[in-house]
């Protein structure tokens, strides 16, 4: 069993083990204590898991309810968080009870930021089922839901009591969405740790515990230096901005990992064009992309991910931050004037 411990405004341990989710229930009365929780999963992770993840609270003497949302970012809104709002009042959970996130990111962010808001704050636990989730969504408390002008634009910091990674269910993930999330894993590797970037030249799969326990560790030590995302977290934005437009301009049809798989090597490239970095680190970088299956070119030209990266969160008045390697494991933010973006762009991907 591997655990993590997270330090932050609210201090707590990351439990990473095959088969946790059949002991949930003890797990969540010893951490968060009171009798009632409220499971809030998705449709196809309801199906998989839900059954296992009720009866383990029901052992541990909980009362249950569930709720369920249609699977797919598109759930991620407004309507699904009133919904639930009301769903915890006709309920009468109350602040001292628990909403446990059983999936995926969109339902850690959507059950989070309800967690966040009903009566001022309930308890909240994270049990994440897919690999994005694992190594990044459920640790660190941002919550948030979509709205229909972009994504994220409303949420919280909102930090839960436990995290509960059974990585055995990442076993029943599509292949395409757990190539997905190794995306964020290279970032890791990318930015903070060489060793761990050799170290994932062999098959996640086939390390996995070890592989989510350095993530969660890497992303630790960023949560503990910046909680509130007003410095060095924004490091994890690597290959987001250009990711970002990537999935903007197919209107969400290119998958958010490769998106940020695109981002990474375009955003190393400018920086090796620039001699931020050498242009071995580029290369290194864009073969381990492409090793895992990910994309490594953008389909659009450097003017359209412009227009979108200039509209996105990462924008400050008339700059954007953009994040270099400077070599593999070391990373800088490069803020750059809003009319530099477009070269910086091109260098990226031409
Ligand atoms: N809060 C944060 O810090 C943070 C960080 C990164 C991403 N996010 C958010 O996370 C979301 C993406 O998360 P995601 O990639 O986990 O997507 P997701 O939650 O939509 O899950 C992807 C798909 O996998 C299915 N699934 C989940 N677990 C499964 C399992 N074990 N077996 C089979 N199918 C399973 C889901 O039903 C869904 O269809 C985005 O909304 C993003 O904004 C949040």
Excluded: W
Excluded at 11 to 19: Q, S, T
Excluded at 244 to 253: I, K, P, R, Y
Excluded at 302 to 310: G, W
Excluded at 319 to 331: D, E, H, L, N, S
Aim: charged share 25%; proline share 3%; aromatic share 8%.
């Amino acid at each position: 069993m591997g655990s993590v411990r997270i330090e932050s405004s609210k201090n707590y341990d990351v439990i990473i083990e095959k088969g946790i989710l059949d002991s949930c229930g003890g797990i969540i009365k010893t951490t968060a204590g009171g009798e009632f929780v409220c499971v809030v999963t998705d449709d196809t992770v309801d199906a998989l898991y839900g059954e296992r993840c009720v009866s383990s609270l029901l052992s541990a003497g909980y009362r249950v309810e569930k709720f369920t949302i249609p699977h797919g970012e598109q759930s991620k809104n407004a309507a699904q968080f009133i919904r639930l709002l009301n769903f915890l009042a006709e309920k009468r959970f109350t602040r001292t009870d628990t909403v446990a996130a059983l999936g995926g990111g969109v339902v850690g962010d959507l059950a989070g930021f309800a967690a966040a808001c009903f009566t001022r704050g309930m308890k909240f636990v994270q049990i994440p089922t897919t690999l994005l989730a694992a190594v990044d969504s459920s640790v660190g408390g941002k919550t948030a839901i979509d709205l229909d002008t972009g994504k994220n634009l409303a949420g919280a910091f909102y930090q839960p009591e436990v995290v509960i990674c059974d990585y055995a269910t990442l076993d029943t993930l599509p292949d395409e969405i757990f190539t997905d999330g190794c995306a964020e894993v290279v970032k890791y590797g990318v930015i903070a740790d060489a060793a761990f970037f050799e170290f994932l030249k062999q098959p996640v799969r086939e390390n996995i515990e070890k592989v989510i326990t350095r993530c969660v560790e890497l992303k630790r030590d960023v949560v503990a230096a910046d909680e509130f995302d007003n410095g060095i977290r924004f490091i994890l934005n690597y290959g987001h901005t250009v990711g970002h437009a990537v999935e903007a301009n197919s209107n969400f049809t290119i998958s958010h990992g490769s998106g940020v798989a695109v981002g990474m090597c375009a955003e190393a490239k400018a920086a090796a064009k620039l001699g931020i970095c050498s242009a071995d680190c580029a290369e290194q970088i864009e073969s381990l992309v492409r090793a895992y299956g990910l994309p490594t070119r953008s389909p659009y030209d450097a003017r359209a991910l412009t227009e979108k990266a200039l509209s996105d969160k990462k924008r400050r008045g008339g700059t954007i931050g953009v994040v270099v390697p400077t070599a593999i494991g070391q990373c800088r933010v490069e803020k750059l004037p809003v009319d530099k973006l477009y070269d910086f762009i091109r260098a990226g991907i031409e």
